[in-house]
């Protein structure tokens, strides 16, 4: 398994930002590939979400679902059709403002976006690969592509949630298998 890990520090309290997380349809306004989201269930644990992203030459749907919910602490879902992923969006309230902190800020919480996935398991027909293109060749591709990804989307969540942009510093680590 493949892992990456995003974190960053927003100022508002946990509420505020897990119920912003838990609205997974407004996610395609964050990602350069991820098309649109169709939602089936309340958001709570064994809700459903079809995801269609498209990147490059390739267009797919994940389906995906949240496997538990504790809000306003964790949302943990896994991918259900034909990939073996899983994550979480957790959210950890601070004690202290940080030293950078904006002078507005009133509350603090880090919050990280963790996601493990097997590219490997993509490998049995899931994708319909252009002729000659192999799907080791789109792996290796893919695979900054994500981690980018993964950057900007929370760099634009906090810029959306907290009503301004700034300056975001970003924990980044990705962990090959």
């Not at 974190?7 to 098309?35: C, G, M, N, Q």
């Not at 169709?38 to 992203?53: E, I, N, S």
Request: charged share 35%; hydrophobic share 40%; glycine share 4%.
């Amino acid at each position: 398994m493949d892992e990456i890990v995003v974190s960053t520090v927003v100022y508002l309290p946990p509420e505020e930002v897990y119920d912003f997380l838990a609205d997974f349809p407004r996610y395609p306004k964050y990602s350069e590939y991820l098309k649109d989201v169709h939602q089936r269930g309340d958001g709570g644990a064994g809700t459903r979400y079809d995801m269609r992203f498209a990147w490059w030459k390739l267009t797919y749907t994940l389906r995906s679902e949240v496997v538990d919910t504790d809000p306003p602490w964790r949302i943990d879902w896994r991918i259900v059709k034909d990939l073996k992923a899983h994550g979480d969006w957790q959210v950890e309230e601070l004690d202290e403002l940080p030293d950078d902190a904006p002078a507005d800020a009133e509350a603090a919480c880090r919050v990280t976006l963790d996601v493990s996935f097997d590219p490997q398991t993509a490998r049995n027909s899931t994708l319909d690969l252009p002729r000659f293109v192999s799907f080791d060749f789109v792996v290796d591709k893919i695979k900054p592509v994500l981690v980018k990804e993964a950057q900007q989307v929370v760099e634009r969540i906090v810029a959306d949630i907290e009503g301004r942009h700034r300056d975001v510093e970003l924990v980044v680590e990705r962990r090959p298998s």
